[in-house]
C-alpha cells in the first residue's frame, strides 16, 4: 500500500515577536546560559579548506542561524529550538529542534524538518546535515525536485552532495501528493538515485503504475530529472495495424551532443518480423537535418528485405549562399500500402531525391542582385502493381540531371526594373520506367483476357508481365515520352508608376527557348528554338470610405485591377512537355500573362482581365472583417494554344467570385467559386468552401466542401472539442476529455478516402491517447491503425508518435501541452 502524501512547500518565517540569534563568536558564554533577544548574527563558518592558489582571498560563505530560543555551549556545539532556521548560500533548513556543531559543520535535526536547495526541497522527521558538503541523512523523507516539478516519499534519503542523493524504498511522480488518494500514476523501487549533473534518475527494480494497476516492470528503469535531454532507455512503444498485425519496440535514446541526438528503435512485428527504425537529428550553425531510416531483414509476409531511407537538410552561408537536400526512398513498390506513415511525403506514391544550392552575388550594389544556382531532382513513383484500374497508375515525371542557371534584377535610377534568368536542363527518362515500376505495372485484365484466365483465378503481376512480353501486346510501355536538352531565357524590362491611391506597371517580355531531344520512336531528334514576345500594362487602384456594418465602424475599400496582355500566336504543339501544366485558377494567378507554369507552353494572347476587391477592416485595429471579389477575363481574340489543345473561341473566360470572413466572433469563412455560364452542364465548375469555429484553447471545429465537376467531391470535417470535465478530487486532480479527428469523404467513391478519430484525456499530470487512423491504398483496401499514447509528465511517453499525426492532419488542432516526455527537446547550436 502506498503512503499517503503531506506536502509542506511553503517557508516558515522566523517569529517576528521574538527572533533570537547567536553566532559561535559568543561560544565565551557559559554553557547553559539562556540567550536573550538578540538581532541576526551570523555564525562562524568551519576552518576554510587550503586555498588552491595565493592570493586567493575570498571568503567563505558564512552560515546563519536564528530560533525562537538558542542555547551556546563551549565546545562550539549550539542548540536551538522554535522555528528555526539556517541558512548557507541558497541552501535553508527549517525544523523545530537543532543542533549545530561548528567543528564537524553538523547540523542535527527533528520535528517538521524541510531542507530547500535551490529548486529542490525535502521534508523529513529527522536530519543529519554537513552543511558545507551538503551531504547528510534525512529520515521519512518526502522531497520534491523542482525543475521537473515532480518527487515522491522515501523511507531514507541520503544526500551525496549538491547534485547526488539516494532514496531508499522510495516512489516518484509528478502527480500532486497532497490528498489522501494516491498518484494517477508513481514510479516505486527499492532504491532511487538522483544526479542532476548527469540529468538521470534511476530506479532500481522499478514498478510503474497507473491509476493503481501495475503496467510496467524493469530491474533498471532511468528517467530525465530536469528539463534537459540525456541518453537511456525508453518505455516499449506497440502499433497494431491489419498489415502488420501488433509491432513492439524498445527505443534508445542518445544524447549525443547539445547540437546532436539520436534514437534507435529495435522491434518486432507479429506479420512482418524483426525491423529496426533510427533516426538522428543534428544542428550546426548554418545547417540543421534529420535522417530516419527503417530496415526489416526479412518480411515474413513477402519473404523480401524491405526498407526506406529520409533525408532532410536545409543550410546556408550568412547571405551568400544557400542549400537544401531532400531524399526519400523505399525498398519496393508496393511500400506505401503495407507502412502508408512511415514516409509522409506531399504524395506518397511519387518519391522526390532533390539536391540544391544557390550563390547570391551583388555586382550592382543596391541597385541589383544575381542568383546563381543548381540542382538535381529524381523521382520514385509506385506503381500500382496488378492493379486494373488505369486511373491507379502515377506517369513517371522527368528528372532533371541537371539544372543551371542564372537570375537576377537589376533596377536603373530607382524607376527601370530588369529582370531576367537564364537556364539550362538535362530532362531524362532513361532508366525510369524499369526502376519506377512502369512495365511491372501492367493490366492483369488483358492477360487474362488473352490468356483465358478466369477473374476468380489469382494471378501473379510477374506473370501477366512475363506473357504481355513475350507477345508484345500494346498495353506495356506505351509511354513515347524521350528525354532531352532545354535551354531558356527569359527577359522583361518594366517601369513602376505608383502613387497613395495606385499603380500602373507596363512590361515588356521576351521568352526564347531551344530544344534538342533524345532519339524519339519513329528514330528521328527534334531540334527547335522559339521566340515569344509579350507585352502586359497592369493597374490597380485602392479607394477608401467610411462605413458602417455589424454595428462596428468600419474602413471599406475598392479596389480594383486591370491586367492587360498582347502575346502573338505560335505553334508549339510539337515541342515536348517536360514541367509545364496549366495553372491554378484562383485570385492571384488570374492576373498572370501566361496560364501554363514552366517554360514549354506561352499561350497567345489579346485579352484583359479585370477584378475588384472590397475590404470591411474595422477603424480602431485595422483588423480584416470581411474580404469579397470578382475577376474574369475579356478575350479580345480567339485563344489558340490552351491546356487542353483546343481553341478558345469564348469571349469571356470563367468567372472567378472569392471570400473570406471573420466578422463573427470566434467564426471565420473561406471560400472560391468558379463558374462558366457557356457550359451546357451547369454554370459551377469548381468551388471550395470552408467554415471554422474557434471559441476559445482546445476548441475548433471546421468543415471544407471540395467540387471540381467531373472529377470530385469532397467533404472534409475534423476539430478539437472537450466533451467531458472531471471535477477536481480532493487530492485536487482533474481532468478533461477531448474528442478529437479528421475525415475526408468522397461523395463520388461513397467512402472516406482517409479518416483519424479518437480521445484525449488531459488529467494534469498525464495525457492519454486513444486513436484509429485508416488509410485508404485503393479503392476497395485501406489500411488500419489502433493509435495508443499514454504521456506522462516528468517521465516519458509510452506508445506510438500520435502527437505528430495529430498535428498534420487535424486542422486547428493544438496540442494539450509540449510533450515534456519526449527524450528529443530543441536541438542546442554549438
Excluded at 237 to 266: F, K
Excluded at 497 to 508: I, K, L, Q, Y
Excluded at 704 to 722: D, H, I, L, N
Excluded at 751 to 767: H, K, L, M, S, V
Amino acid at each position: 500500500m502506498l503512503r499517503s502524501f503531506s506536502s509542506r512547500r511553503h517557508r516558515r518565517p522566523p517569529s517576528a515577536l521574538a527572533p533570537l540569534a547567536v553566532a559561535a563568536a559568543l561560544c565565551a558564554f557559559v554553557a547553559g546560559a539562556q540567550a536573550q533577544a538578540l538581532p541576526r548574527v551570523r555564525a562562524t563558518p568551519p576552518p576554510e579548506p587550503p586555498r588552491e592558489a595565493p592570493g586567493n582571498d575570498v571568503a567563505p560563505p558564512v552560515v546563519t542561524l536564528t530560533a525562537d530560543d538558542v542555547v551556546s555551549h563551549i565546545g562550539g556545539v549550539t542548540q536551538a529550538s522554535g522555528k528555526v532556521e539556517v541558512k548557507r548560500l541558497d541552501t535553508d533548513l527549517f525544523a523545530d529542534l537543532l543542533t549545530y556543531d561548528r567543528l564537524s559543520d553538523t547540523a542535527h535535526g527533528q520535528g517538521h524538518v524541510r531542507i530547500a536547495r535551490g529548486l529542490d526541497w525535502f521534508s523529513a522527521d529527522r536530519v543529519d546535515l554537513e552543511l558545507t558538503r551538503n551531504a547528510g541523512t534525512l529520515i521519512g523523507t518526502e522531497y520534491e525536485l523542482g525543475a521537473r516539478q515532480a518527487g515522491g516519499h522515501a523511507d531514507r534519503i541520503e544526500l551525496h552532495d549538491r547534485n547526488r542523493s539516494t532514496a531508499y524504498n522510495a516512489n516518484y511522480t509528478s502527480c500532486t501528493r497532497d490528498g489522501p488518494d494516491e498518484p494517477d500514476w508513481i514510479i516505486s523501487g527499492s532504491q532511487i538515485d538522483i544526479d542532476t549533473t548527469s540529468n538521470e534518475g534511476k530506479a532500481t527494480h522499478a514498478v510503474l503504475h497507473f491509476l493503481g494497476v501495475p503496467i510496467l516492470y524493469a530491474p533498471s528503469l532511468t528517467f530525465p530529472v530536469t528539463a534537459e535531454r540525456k541518453s537511456g532507455w525508453l518505455p516499449p512503444t506497440g502499433d497494431l495495424s491489419n498489415r502488420s498485425g501488433l509491432t513492439l519496440s524498445v527505443p534508445y535514446y542518445w544524447n549525443i551532443a547539445p547540437n546532436i541526438d539520436a534514437t534507435l528503435s529495435p522491434g518486432y512485428a507479429t506479420k512482418r518480423g524483426v525491423e529496426l527504425t533510427g533516426e538522428v537529428r543534428y544542428l550546426e550553425p548554418g545547417d540543421l537535418g534529420q535522417f530516419t531510416g527503417y530496415a526489416l531483414p526479412k518480411d515474413a509476409a513477402t519473404g523480401d528485405a524491405r526498407g526506406a531511407v529520409e533525408w532532410a537538410h536545409e543550410g546556408s552561408r550568412a547571405d551568400w549562399l544557400s542549400y537544401s537536400a531532400r531524399v526519400q526512398r523505399v525498398s519496393d513498390q508496393t511500400y506505401w500500402k503495407d507502412f502508408p506513415n512511415q514516409m509522409p511525403a506531399l504524395t506518397q506514391r511519387l518519391l522526390p531525391t532533390d539536391l540544391s544550392g544557390t550563390r547570391r552575388f551583388l555586382p550592382f550594389g543596391q541597385a541589383g542582385e544575381i542568383d546563381a544556382y543548381a540542382r538535381v531532382q529524381r523521382f520514385q513513383t509506385l506503381q500500382d502493381l496488378g492493379e486494373a484500374d488505369d486511373a491507379s497508375r502515377i506517369s513517371t515525371p522527368y528528372q532533371r540531371s541537371p539544372q543551371l542557371g542564372l537570375r537576377g534584377t537589376v533596377t536603373l535610377r530607382d524607376q527601370l526594373r530588369l529582370d531576367f534568368e537564364a537556364e539550362g536542363n538535362r530532362f531524362d527518362l532513361s532508366g525510369l520506367k524499369q526502376e519506377n515500376g512502369y512495365i511491372d505495372s501492367v493490366n492483369c485484365a488483358d492477360y487474362r483476357s488473352a490468356a483465358g484466365v478466369p477473374s476468380s483465378t489469382a494471378v501473379d503481376p510477374t506473370v501477366c508481365r512475363d506473357y504481355l512480353v513475350a507477345n508484345r501486346l500494346p498495353h506495356l510501355d506505351h509511354d513515347t515520352r524521350v528525354g532531352g536538352n532545354r535551354a531558356h531565357v527569359v527577359g522583361s524590362v518594366s517601369r513602376n508608376f505608383a502613387s497613395d491611391w495606385g499603380r500602373f506597371e507596363p512590361r515588356m517580355t521576351l521568352h526564347g527557348v531551344t530544344y534538342d531531344t533524345d532519339v524519339q520512336a519513329d528514330g528521328s531528334r527534334l531540334h527547335a528554338t522559339r521566340v515569344i514576345p509579350t507585352f502586359s500594362a497592369d493597374s490597380s487602384f485602392s479607394f477608401e470610405r467610411q462605413a458602417e456594418l455589424f454595428g462596428r465602424d468600419l474602413v471599406q475599400t475598392l479596389e480594383p485591377r486591370f491586367l492587360y496582355v498582347v502575346t502573338p500566336y505560335h505553334d508549339q504543339s510539337k515541342l515536348p512537355l517536360y514541367d509545364t501544366a496549366p495553372k491554378d485558377f484562383n485570385e492571384v494567378l488570374v492576373y498572370s500573362e501566361n496560364q501554363f507554369t514552366g517554360q514549354d507552353r506561352v499561350n497567345d494572347a489579346n485579352q484583359l482581365t479585370a477584378g475588384a476587391t472590397t475590404r470591411f477592416n474595422d477603424s480602431s485595429n485595422g483588423r480584416e472583417l470581411l474580404r469579397l471579389g470578382i475577376a474574369q477575363k475579356l478575350l479580345l481574340k480567339d485563344q489558340r494554344v490552351t491546356p487542353d489543345g483546343t481553341v478558345d473561341a469564348n469571349k469571356l473566360s470563367h468567372l472567378l467570385l472569392y471570400g473570406s470572413s471573420s466578422a463573427m466572433e470566434h467564426w471565420s469563412f473561406d471560400g472560391i467559386v468558379e463558374g462558366d455560364s457557356s457550359s451546357a452542364d451547369g454554370w459551377l465548375q469548381r468551388a471550395v468552401v470552408s467554415a471554422r469555429f474557434h471559441p476559445g484553447p482546445f476548441k475548433s471545429l471546421s468543415v471544407t466542401y471540395r467540387y471540381a465537376r467531373e472529377s470530385s467531391k469532397q467533404w472534409e470535417v475534423g476539430g478539437q472539442w472537450p466533451v467531458y470535465r472531471r471535477e477536481p478530487r480532493p487530492s485536487g486532480c482533474s481532468g478533461t476529455l477531448y474528442a478529437v479527428g479528421r475525415t475526408d469523404y468522397s461523395v463520388d467513391d461513397h467512402r472516406a478516402t482517409y479518416a483519424i478519430g479518437g480521445f484525449e484525456y488531459d488529467a494534469g499530470c498525464w495525457i492519454g491517447r486513444v486513436m484509429v487512423e485508416r488509410t485508404s491504398t485503393g479503392r476497395n483496401e485501406g489500411t488500419t491503425h489502433l493509435v495508443l499514447q499514454l504521456e506522462l509528465n516528468g517521465l516519458s511517453t509510452l506508445g506510438t508518435g500520435s502527437l505528430k499525426i495529430l498535428k498534420d492532419n487535424v486542422p486547428g488542432y493544438q496540442p494539450l501541452r509540449n510533450d515534456p516526455g519526449a527524450p528529443g527537446g530543441t536541438l542546442n547550436s554549438p
